[in-house]
């Protein structure tokens, strides 16, 4: 395996003005069988423009070698370190990027907001508790990732961040959102998944330029009524949490390709689902839901649908004229000669009365 300091000399060494980095780094992977998620996420970073390498950028991967001459470095990667503690780290004054993952890491210092050109900050699989609201300082970044952490709250000033397009906070402790949080109004995903959030600031509806929206095992009960006032959302994820009604609203994100709202508490699901035209893929297994509505049949992009381990006994017609690719629907209160006259209708469909319930 390609070492972190070869990698980074590599990179540092070289130039490649002409050629379209992303590509660069998959044939870097395959060429050295590079497992090191370190190495993949720097490669991945340095995608997001085709000339960082002409750009004069400077790796360390030691915050100690890094001080010695702060004013140079441009990029930190730090991963699978004892280091606890970040103290020095306002001085790197001109760092674009910092990655530390899977340290030992459990608070940040205050003078981390003196880096205010970074575009980039990934601080996952530490043990951070609380963010510093100097963290409202570092207004350039456009990728903040704290998964895996143990944070319960996010201090206000988040809502500063306001150039930030993604927000990743999956497997961390947070029972609530800010609702200054709806001021990230350049947030295209926002993710959010295994944590303990229990209700939605209403102003979340106020990231209009949301694609991503995951909040998977979590405890929310309830969705904000407005909750489908996303225009731009494609993939939303809210598998495993406790939400008994799906607003109507749900109706105006109408360009959503994925949905998942299954392991809820749905009884019903509202005639609207039908304006989502661009559906492909919708996972409503291990719910509550009796009956289905006429609507489902407009959704005419749908290839993938699941309905297992809910009390249905039989399909709307709309449904029969879908090109659905494969159905999900075991352990629901279907009867024999139903089950054969739904294969029947459905010839060109894979249809599946056992238990499975993914959609792969």
């Keep these: 395996m390609l070492s972190i300091h070869q990698f980074a000399r590599r990179f540092s060494e070289n130039t490649y003005p002409n050629l379209f980095v992303s590509d660069f780094y998959i044939s870097i992977l395959k060429k050295y069988q590079i497992q090191h998620i370190l190495l993949y996420t720097i490669c991945l970073l340095l995608s997001i423009n085709s000339n960082a390498i002409s750009q004069g950028i400077k790796f360390s991967t030691s915050l100690e070698d890094a001080l010695k001459n702060p004013d140079s470095i441009t990029h930190l990667y730090l991963e699978d370190t004892a280091i606890t503690s970040l103290e020095g780290i306002g001085k790197l004054k001109n760092l674009q990027e910092l990655v530390i993952r899977n340290c030992q890491i459990t608070t940040l210092p205050t003078d981390i907001g003196n880096l205010t050109r970074l575009n980039v900050l990934i601080l996952s699989n530490n043990k951070i508790t609380q963010l510093p609201g100097e963290i409202g300082n570092l207004t350039n970044l456009t990728f903040l990732q704290l998964s895996g952490n143990c944070l319960t709250r996010l201090p206000n000033e988040i809502s500063k961040l306001v150039n930030l397009t993604s927000f990743l906070l999956t ?29 939605l600031p209403d102003s979340i509806i106020y990231l209009k330029n949301l694609q991503s929206l995951y909040l998977s095992n979590n405890k929310l009960k309830f969705l904000p009524e407005n909750f489908g006032d996303f225009r731009f959302l494609k993939d939303l994820q809210l598998t495993n949490n406790q939400i008994k009604i799906l607003p109507a609203s749900i109706g ?23 304006n989502l035209s661009f559906l492909t893929t919708l996972h409503l297994a291990q719910n509550k839901i009796r009956s289905l509505p006429d609507e489902i049949g407009k959704l005419t992009q749908l290839t993938r649908l699941s309905l297992a381990h809910n009390r249905l006994r039989s399909l709307p017609k709309t449904l029969f004229s879908m090109r659905l690719y494969k159905l999900f629907l075991g352990n629901n209160r279907f009867s024999k000669p139903e089950q054969r006259r739904i294969k029947k209708l459905l010839p060109y469909c894979k249809v599946f009365f056992n238990d499975a319930i993914q959609l792969k």
């Excluded at 497997?171 to 944590?195: D, Q, R, S, W, Y």
């Excluded at 949905?259 to 019903?268: P, V």
């Design 171 to 199: 497997h961390n402790f947070l029972t609530v959102l800010p609702n200054e949080i709806g001021k990230l109004k350049n947030l295209m995903a926002l993710h959010l998944n295994n944590n303990n959030i229990e209700f």
């Design 252 to 274: 105006k994100a109408r360009v959503l390709k994925t949905f998942y709202i299954n392991q809820n508490r749905l009884k019903k699901i509202p005639d609207e689902i039908g």
